[in-house]
Structure formats: structure tokens, C-alpha cells
């Protein structure tokens, strides 16, 4: 059973757009969403994460959006830049110190 | 910041023998540590949770006499992944949590890239 479902697998966008990232969740225990930027052959770093007390949070080019009731958040990337090229996941747990659980990823590929 | 390291960031080795993987805390205590194992183009699979001075908690599916796991201090974890195989061959990532805080989120390592020939 997939706990954490990402959308897309990958996305191409334009030097300054827009970086859209969708997730959806299962389990209504888990109350702290991390996204994770990954490149290759590092480990994950954290971006940005929200407890969903908040529907919004931003830091700086980043925001996360969160509907509780739909079960679904997602990762804005604004003015994307060639080096946002990387793989992104969210992922979820029932604390923020607690194991995660992640998504698929999704491949971002910032053209200049 | 927290920083975990993890050493070697690379290794090969032949079929049949053991590796050990080294994940340690910098600059923080970390109670608990998890071991996560990710193959090519896929997502991050939790192995097992290491807690310091007990025995780690396993995933359903992952083999416990295959990948031993050691927590013998506050700042170090050790994954060892005995008569490897092919299958084996991975990228095995550590992260932890300062002191296990509700409100710290989990630091990864940069990886271990374990080759199996």
C-alpha cells in the first residue's frame, strides 16, 4: 500500500516558471509533511516542510500548500532556476523526528 | 546545522562477503537513527530504525540476520550488510533527528553506494 502518492514522475519547465508538485496521503495520523530535495548521488536535504495546523507555508521560492480535508499537499517552485534541477520528495510522518514515509519523487528539469 | 555523515560514500565488493556502513552525528546526539535503501530512479525504503542501545526495528520484508544493525553510542549507527549479493547493491542512506525532538526534522547523510560484484 503506497501511503504517499507523488505526481508527476517528472517535469520539464522553462528558466523562471513555475515548478508544480503534487501529493496525496492516506494515512490521517501522519501530521508533518517534508519535501526533500534530492541530487544525484546525495542524500535528501530538507526544503521545507508543514505541520497542518497551516495551509500555506513559503520560504523564499518555496511553498508548500496543504488541504487537510483532501489529504493532498503540494510544492511550489517559483522563478525556477537551472540549479532547482534535481528529484523532489515529498514525504510524511507522525512527527517531524519520526520515520518517513516518501513519495515516488518527481524529476524536475530546469531548461534555461 | 545538523550534519550526519556517512562513511565509505562508496564500496564494491565481491559476492559473499560483508560490508559495513558507518552513519554518524556531528554535532548532535541522535537516540534514533533510520536506515533507508534506495535503488536506481526510485523512492527513499525505510530498512529499519536503530535506537541506541536496543535493538533496531525492522520493516516488513527486510531480513534482520541479513542487515545487521548497531547502535552502540548516541552519535553512531552501523548497517552491515552480510554475504552480499548482487541484489544487495544499492544506495543506503542513514538520517537522524536531534535528540529524537518532535519538532527537529530528520538530517539525511549523503549515502552509501554499495556495488556487489
Known amino acids: 500500500q503506497q501511503q504517499v502518492k507523488q505526481s508527476p514522475q517528472s517535469l520539464i519547465v522553462q528558466k523562471g516558471g513555475i515548478s508544480i508538485i503534487n501529493c496525496a496521503y492516506e494515512?490521517?495520523?501522519?501530521?508533518?509533511f517534508p519535501w526533500y530535495q534530492q541530487f544525484p548521488g546525495k542524500g535528501p536535504a530538507l526544503l521545507i516542510a508543514?505541520?497542518?495546523?497551516?495551509s500555506e507555508k513559503k520560504e523564499g521560492r518555496f511553498t508548500i500548500s496543504f488541504n487537510k480535508s483532501a489529504k493532498q499537499f503540494s510544492l511550489h517552485i517559483m522563478d525556477s532556476q537551472p540549479g532547482d534541477s534535481a528529484t523532489y520528495f515529498c514525504?510524511?510522518?507522525?512527527?517531524?523526528?519520526?520515520?518517513?514515509?516518501f513519495g515516488g519523487g518527481t524529476r524536475v528539469l530546469v531548461k534555461p | 546545522g545538523a550534519v550526519v555523515s556517512q562513511h565509505p560514500s562508496r564500496v564494491i565488493c565481491k559476492s559473499g562477503t560483508s560490508v559495513k556502513i558507518e552513519c554518524r552525528s556531528l554535532?548532535?546526539?541522535?537516540?534514533?537513527m533510520f536506515w533507508y535503501r534506495q535503488f536506481p530512479k526510485q523512492s527513499l525504503m525505510l530498512m529499519a530504525t536503530s535506537n541506541e542501545g536496543s535493538k533496531a526495528t525492522y520493516e516488513q520484508g527486510v531480513e534482520k540476520d541479513k542487515f545487521l544493525i548497531n547502535h552502540a553510542s548516541l552519535t553512531l549507527s552501523t548497517l552491515t550488510v552480510t554475504s552480499a549479493h548482487p541484489e544487495d547493491s544499492s544506495f543506503y542512506i542513514c538520517?537522524?533527528?536531534?535528540?529524537?525532538?518532535?519538532?527537529?526534522?530528520?538530517?539525511f547523510g549523503n549515502g552509501t553506494r554499495l556495488t556487489v560484484t
Open positions: 538520517s537522524a533527528a536531534v535528540g529524537g525532538s518532535y519538532n527537529s526534522p530528520l538530517h
Open positions: 514525504a510524511a510522518s507522525k512527527a517531524a523526528g519520526n520515520k518517513l514515509t
Open positions: 508543514i505541520r497542518p495546523d497551516v
Open positions: 494515512n490521517t495520523a501522519f501530521d508533518y
Open positions: 554535532d548532535f546526539q541522535a537516540t534514533t
